[in-house]
């Protein structure tokens, strides 16, 4: 998409949200469904709550033996939640190194056509380990300094199967790794649902107390 070419559909406040989902062969079957069942409740909880509706922007991004931005960032009405499949391997690392672009590269957008914006959030699902060939040290460099500079929140969910030394690696000590219960990603959407609907309708600086995570999320053990 060229962002210079686009015009903001209203001047409310932004509030970004990057799916970063992996769609390797290991998600084949159950957990793919539940994903996609997920993705799908996600798309029509937004769409029925105007007001998050006219802030709330979603960009998808899937990693495979490739990565793909599927969905580039827009608020809801303007996409259909697409259909994920599953291929190959995981690039993980490219994955979210894609998502940490498009957050700098829609703030920009942001910026200079007079729309304010909340800090966006990255949202990274994974079930296993990143591709040999991924820059794990690289990357939690780069999540730390994006983290510790506010320029976004990082939110790592590891689904059954997932790497957990991997992603406390990758992690920040204000955010450490969660693990879905079993397959539960319709909770999880639906926890998501409702924490970007209070974030977006925040006001700067105000405290806000995300809903319990019991319903969905696991924190391991160390």
Not at 2 to 19: D, I, R
Not at 57 to 77: A, K, M, R, Y
């Amino acid at each position: 998409m060229e962002y210079g070419l686009e015009s903001p559909t209203n001047y409310e406040q932004k509030c970004l949200c990057v799916l970063v989902v992996d769609t390797s062969g290991s998600m084949q079957g159950k957990p793919i469904d539940e994903l996609n069942q997920g993705l799908q409740l996600f798309h029509q909880d937004i769409s029925n709550n105007f007001s998050t509706a006219q802030r709330l922007e979603i960009c998808l991004i899937e990693f495979n033996s490739q990565v793909d931005c599927i969905v580039e960032p827009s608020l809801i009405d303007h996409f259909d939640m697409p259909i994920l499949a599953v291929a190959g391997t995981t690039k993980l690392v490219d994955g979210v190194r894609l998502a940490i672009h498009k957050v700098q590269e829609r703030k920009e957008w942001y910026r200079s056509t007079g729309q304010p914006y909340y800090r966006p959030w990255i949202i990274l699902m994974t079930d296993g380990a990143p591709d040999k060939d991924q820059d794990i040290p690289g990357l939690a460099q780069e999540l730390q300094y994006g983290v510790a500079n506010k320029q976004f929140t990082f939110f790592p969910i590891g689904v059954q199967g997932a790497d957990l030394n991997m992603l406390r690696r990758i992690s920040t000590p204000d955010r450490p790794p969660m693990m879905l219960q079993g397959l539960r990603f319709e909770a999880f959407f639906d926890w998501l649902s409702a924490s970007l609907a209070m974030v977006a309708s925040s006001t700067d600086g105000q405290v806000i107390n995300l809903p319990p995570t019991s319903g969905w999320g696991i924190l391991p053990v160390s």
